[in-house]
């Protein structure tokens, strides 16, 4: 038996500067939380301009996407869809690290985010997050400049 599921390919990207990482609150279906800036693709749109897509659509920043961090995948139990099937969903998520060069802080409007800000790092585990955002801080501090692992 082949399992049937939906993937949705995603880039998201890990801004952090002056000890503070640039986070979008998540609002969606009756669940919510801290999110990187970033979502799902575009049909054919590359990784890197959909990420740098989705940071200005949520921030209101143009962003550099420097180098990629790593991937993770989540993975959410099917609900029935419409025609009666019931598919799990699978997000492929790349996740990228990345520059602020332009724009400023602003709210996305009609989005899934309400609204984004920067975070002291220190702060981050306090909040109300997805699982994303602690995946990708792991990631970051793993990757140093030159791109070895520590």
């Known amino acids: 038996m082949t399992l049937q599921f939906d993937t949705r390919p995603a880039a998201y990207a ?15 279906d009756g669940k919510e939380g801290w999110t990187l800036p970033g979502g799902g693709l575009d049909l054919a749109e590359h990784p890197v301009d959909g990420c740098r897509r989705e940071v200005f ?20 139990p099917g609900d029935t869809r419409p025609d009666g099937s019931v598919k799990d969903f699978q997000a492929l998520r790349l996740v990228y690290e990345a520059t602020v060069v332009g724009g400023e802080l602003t709210h996305e ?3 899934s985010t309400t609204h984004a800000a920067w975070i002291p790092l220190e702060d981050v585990h306090k909040l109300n997050r997805v699982s994303l955002v ?13 791109g070895k692992p520590s």
Do not use: C, F, N
Not at 61 to 72: C, F, K, T
């Open 14 to 28: 890990v801004i952090v500067r002056d000890g503070k990482i640039l986070l979008a609150y998540w609002k969606q």
């Open 57 to 76: 659509e949520e921030t209101g920043y143009q962003a550099r996407i420097d180098r990629m961090l790593g991937i993770d995948v989540g993975h959410w």
């Open 109 to 111: 409007v009609d989005g």
């Open 134 to 146: 602690d995946t990708a801080l792991h990631l970051h501090r793993e990757r140093p400049a030159d």
